[in-house]
Nanobody, 120 residues
């Protein structure tokens, strides 16, 4: 059983930046981030495959959020810039042993989530 440990959430103002980190206890093919705002469904934020050749971003975060990986540390990072109040959510790290996809139901492992709150 792979465990994911997230860190880096917090309270920031609109326009600020924040960096989330996630460390996995084992090596995973795909790693990424989802988020779930109050009263909303879990939403795909970004994902990356093992060697970084394939990265997926929805339009809502493209140009503002950047994912990176350190495979030596089994870790993935999410740099979030120009944060907006609508980015407020619990952010979940996710990992999958075989595929990279945008659907939450296809990912094998999940972190417990870290709260990101953006005030206006």
């Amino acid at each position: 059983q792979v465990q994911l440990a997230e860190s880096g959430g917090g309270l920031v103002q609109a326009g600020d930046s924040l960096r989330l980190s996630c460390a996995a206890s084992g090596r995973m093919y795909a790693m990424g981030w989802f988020r779930q705002g109050p009263g909303k469904e879990r939403e795909f934020v970004v994902g990356m495959d093992w060697n970084g050749r394939r990265t997926l971003y929805p339009d809502s975060v493209k140009g503002r959020f950047t994912i990176s990986r350190d495979n030596a540390k089994n870790s993935v990072y999410l740099q979030m810039n120009s944060l907006k109040p609508e980015d407020t959510a619990v952010y979940f790290c996710a990992a999958d042993a075989k595929i990279l996809s945008t659907g939450p139901g296809t990912w094998d492992y999940w972190g417990q989530g870290t709260q990101v709150t953006v005030s206006s």
